[in-house]
């Protein structure tokens, strides 16, 4: 199984974390979830927001190209990269991958 990294995030993740046995197959924002780092998913992983946003740092070509529909939402987020994408919809596939998790999320609702 390949290896999830997360670099230090102020709030969600201040230590960063690494995931050793993340299951391909399943999307970076249900990894994450499943282990106790709370990434905003406001939408609750339906593509339909830019809350679970991340920055692959190591490991962006090993995932499926974006569809339309999750370009359309990166192009709304914030700190947008050529390496963003929305976590609820990038499934993790058999190589290691590294990410940020951005320090600003676009979400009108957090208090």
Known sequence: MPKLT???????CPQGAVIEDAPSGKSICRVL???????EHACELSCACTTCHVIVKEG???????S???EDMLDKA??????SRLSCQA???????TIEI???T????KE
Do not use: C, M, R
């Not at 997360?6 to 969600?12: A, S």
């Not at 979830?33 to 990434?39: G, Q, V």
């Open 106 to 109: 676009i979400n009108h609702a």
């Open 78 to 83: 914030w700190g947008l990269t050529s390496t």
């Open 91 to 97: 499934v993790i596939a058999d190589t290691d991958l």
């Open 33 to 39: 979830l499943d282990n106790h780092i709370e990434i």
């Open 68 to 70: 339309d529909n999750e």
């Open 102 to 104: 951005p320090k600003y």
């Open 6 to 12: 997360v670099l230090p995030h102020q709030e969600l």
């Open 60 to 66: 962006f070509s090993s995932l499926a190209d974006a």
